[in-house]
């Protein structure tokens, strides 16, 4: 059994930071990370996601250079660092893992086995 439990969010100016984690527990090893977001009425979206050495990381356009996907492995944790916020940010954000190989990276949903149950992030104008 995996288990990925978000933490972090919380309620911000626009303009402020949050980081946000994503712990890993259970039978999962070697793994892609994913960060997604939804919005009161929209679609769950991709925001980010890394691979498991790190190296390699893709982001959306609205978030690029505003967000920073990391990782570290020893603790098995996830990290989205999100600067400059903006109320369109405003979401419940989810974290979500797959297990794969050193450099592979997922950017759709159903690319994802394991998900957490998401954090609040609202941020206020």
């Known amino acids: 059994q995996v288990q990925l439990v978000e933490s972090g969010g919380g309620l911000v100016q626009a303009g402020g930071s949050l980081r946000l984690s994503c712990a890993a527990s259970?039978?999962?090893?070697?793994?892609?990370m994913g960060w997604f977001r939804q919005a009161p009425g929209k679609e769950r979206e991709f925001v980010a996601t890394?691979?498991?050495?790190?190296?390699?990381?893709y982001y959306s356009d609205s978030v690029k250079g505003r967000f920073t996907i990391s990782r570290d492995n020893a603790k098995n944790t996830g990290y989205l660092q999100m600067n400059s916020l903006k109320p369109e940010d405003t979401a419940i954000y989810y974290c979500a893992a797959e297990p794969g190989g050193w450099r592979t990276f997922h950017t759709r949903q159903n690319e994802y086995r394991y998900w957490g149950q998401g954090t609040q992030v609202t941020v206020s104008s």
């Open positions: 890394i691979s498991w050495s790190a190296t390699d990381t």
């Open positions: 259970g039978h999962i090893f070697s793994f892609v």
